[in-house]
């Protein structure tokens, strides 16, 4: 029998993959334009980071990483994410002295979750990490890289941003045993999952799924209400750049997520047009993260998409522009042998001239028929025709593919006919 991939480790086709290179261009653009530089760690690490950061108690950590042993002895994790990375290389590098940075990623992650649409246990992620700045126009800039990323793939108005405050170390500790109190006598009316949550980490009982677990908390303690002043002027200070800015959100009291390393500013873009993994993005404020890893007191916030999701959604909503999905925009067609190379050479001056477009060339002969079904699959929007005749007069054959009339024209007219087409 062949052998399969693995269970949740899908691969992405050729038709797909237009669809993720789309998305990795735009946002490589909007970051270049914010400013931020790229940053690649690897995809292993010591288990001990990810225990360190996310949290010994989380779902993570508890239940969905690849761990394993390697030759050595030593115990190794496939990252479950990419931040804990970025701050341990950003200490060991010395990137944190005196000094701001304000990096991008990108690439796969490991969860070993129950695969479904939308959730995979390779996964991969687009992300933003910024050191050195508390102010929460930071915080509010990375909301604004985001929404102009939305904005750029055309999928805006498809997804809406939440937002909360978890506030500070303190204020979370001082609301935890406020929670655990409140519930604790109404124990017996909690859904399981929730009843093992509540000694372990009474915070993610708020954003249970179960219904009866959220009637129940209609009357609980808010975590607003703990937070201290600081944590509230911070949280001021955001949304009125978000309004500044024009960028609408939704404050939900209950959006907390399941990584232990935030404090203050958590958010989450959610989308409807995905089910249950509707969350394509999340991200927050993570101050005391890299003093916990080891490094000097430092200022952390940031984001990552969820690349799949991401493209699941442009899928859905077709924004996917044709040049991403097609193979070809020009396709050359040689009749006989003698205008192969003919053809060729036409084919290398076209590519010089537009270095943008992709020009394929016909090869293995067949009927002009024949020839013309493969330039029709390809996507391409014009076929390019030399035959004897053109061969002789020194002309080619101009066929629009997508409708329109069939034209001869000389080399010269022919680039200047292909540099008006509007991908070019
Ligand atoms: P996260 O919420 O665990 O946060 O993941 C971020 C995004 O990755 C999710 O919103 C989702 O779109 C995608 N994602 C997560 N798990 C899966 C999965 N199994 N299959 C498909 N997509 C998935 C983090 O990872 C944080 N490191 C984000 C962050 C960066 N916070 C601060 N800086």
């Given at each position: 029998?062949?052998?399969?991939?693995?269970?949740?480790?899908?691969?992405?086709?050729?038709?797909?993959?237009?669809?993720?290179?789309?998305?990795?261009?735009?946002?490589?653009?909007?970051?270049?334009?914010?400013?931020?530089?790229?940053?690649?760690?690897?995809?292993?690490?010591?288990?001990?980071?990810?225990?360190?950061?996310?949290?010994?108690?989380?779902?993570?950590?508890?239940?969905?990483?690849?761990?394993?042993?390697?030759?050595?002895?030593?115990?190794?994790?496939?990252?479950?994410?990419?931040?804990?990375?970025?701050?341990?290389?950003?200490?060991?590098?010395?990137?944190?002295?005196?000094?701001?940075?304000?990096?991008?990623?990108?690439?796969?992650?490991?969860?070993?979750?129950?695969?479904?649409?939308?959730?995979?246990?390779?996964?991969?992620?687009?992300?933003?990490?910024?050191?050195?700045?508390?102010?929460?126009?930071?915080?509010?800039?990375?909301?604004?890289?985001?929404?102009?990323?939305?904005?750029?793939?055309?999928?805006?108005?498809?997804?809406?941003?939440?937002?909360?405050?978890?506030?500070?170390?303190?204020?979370?500790?001082?609301?935890?045993?406020?929670?655990?109190?409140?519930?604790?006598?109404?124990?017996?009316?909690?859904?399981?999952?929730s009843q093992s949550r509540l000694d372990r980490s009474p915070l993610r009982i708020l954003d249970s799924k179960i219904d009866s677990t959220q009637a129940l908390l209609v009357d609980a303690p808010s975590l607003m209400d703990s937070l201290t002043k600081e944590d509230r002027e911070h949280f001021t200070a955001l949304t009125s750049s978000l309004e500044e800015a024009g960028i609408e959100f939704k404050i939900n009291?209950?959006?907390?997520?399941?990584?232990?390393?935030?404090?203050?500013?958590?958010?989450?873009?959610?989308?409807?047009?995905?089910?249950?993994?509707?969350?394509?993005?999340?991200?927050?404020?993570?101050?005391?993260?890299?003093?916990?890893?080891?490094?000097?007191?430092?200022?952390?916030?940031?984001?990552?998409?969820?690349?799949?999701?991401?493209?699941?959604?442009?899928?859905?909503?077709?924004?996917?522009?044709?040049?991403?999905?097609?193979?070809?925009?020009?396709?050359?067609?040689?009749?006989?042998?003698?205008?192969?190379?003919?053809?060729?050479?036409?084919?290398?001056?076209?590519?010089?001239?537009?270095?943008?477009?992709?020009?394929?060339?016909?090869?293995?002969?067949?009927?002009?028929?024949?020839?013309?079904?493969?330039?029709?699959?390809?996507?391409?929007?014009?076929?390019?025709?030399?035959?004897?005749?053109?061969?002789?007069?020194?002309?080619?054959?101009?066929?629009?593919?997508?409708?329109?009339?069939?034209?001869?024209?000389?080399?010269?007219?022919?680039?200047?006919?292909?540099?008006?087409?509007?991908?070019?």
């Amino acid at each position: 029998m062949a052998i399969q991939s693995v269970r949740g480790m899908p691969d992405i086709l050729p038709e797909q993959a237009g669809a993720w290179r789309y998305l990795e261009q735009q946002a490589q653009q909007i970051f270049d334009a914010y400013g931020l530089t790229q940053i690649r760690t690897p995809m292993v690490e010591d288990t001990a980071l990810f225990a360190r950061s996310i949290g010994d108690v989380t779902d993570i950590v508890e239940k969905e990483m690849y761990t394993f042993e390697d030759r050595s002895g030593d115990s190794l994790t496939l990252r479950p994410e990419l931040t804990a990375g970025v701050v341990r290389a950003a200490i060991e590098n010395g990137l944190l002295h005196n000094q701001t940075q304000r990096l991008w990623y990108q690439g796969p992650a490991f969860r070993h979750e129950r695969p479904q649409k939308g959730r995979y246990r390779q996964f991969h992620q687009i992300g933003v990490e910024c050191f050195g700045i508390a102010d929460a126009r930071m915080d509010a800039e990375l909301i604004e890289i985001t929404d102009q990323l939305w904005k750029q793939l055309g999928i805006r108005h498809a997804v809406g941003l939440e937002l909360n405050s978890i506030g500070s170390p303190e204020a979370r500790a001082h609301y935890r045993a406020a929670l655990v109190d409140f519930l604790s006598s109404r124990k017996d009316q909690l859904d399981e999952d929730s009843q093992s949550r509540l000694d372990r980490s009474p915070l993610r009982i708020l954003d249970s799924k179960i219904d009866s677990t959220q009637a129940l908390l209609v009357d609980a303690p808010s975590l607003m209400d703990s937070l201290t002043k600081e944590d509230r002027e911070h949280f001021t200070a955001l949304t009125s750049s978000l309004e500044e800015a024009g960028i609408e959100f939704k404050i939900n009291p209950r959006l907390v997520r399941g990584l232990d390393y935030y404090g203050r500013t958590v958010f989450e873009w959610t989308t409807q047009k995905l089910g249950a993994q509707g969350t394509i993005c999340g991200g927050g404020r993570y101050d005391g993260l890299v003093e916990h890893l080891g490094g000097r007191s430092t200022p952390g916030v940031g984001f990552a998409l969820g690349m799949e999701r991401v493209v699941l959604l442009m899928e859905s909503l077709d924004v996917v522009p044709d040049m991403y999905q097609n193979q070809a925009n020009i396709y050359l067609m040689p009749q006989q042998s003698e205008c192969e190379s003919v053809i060729r050479e036409l084919a290398r001056t076209l590519r010089t001239h537009f270095p943008k477009l992709r020009v394929l060339t016909h090869i293995g002969g067949g009927s002009l028929k024949s020839q013309l079904k493969k330039a029709d699959k390809s996507g391409a929007a014009i076929g390019l025709i030399i035959g004897h005749t053109e061969l002789e007069s020194g002309h080619i054959v101009y066929k629009p593919l997508r409708g329109g009339e069939q034209e001869m024209l000389t080399e010269a007219a022919l680039i200047n006919r292909i540099s008006e087409l509007k991908d070019a």
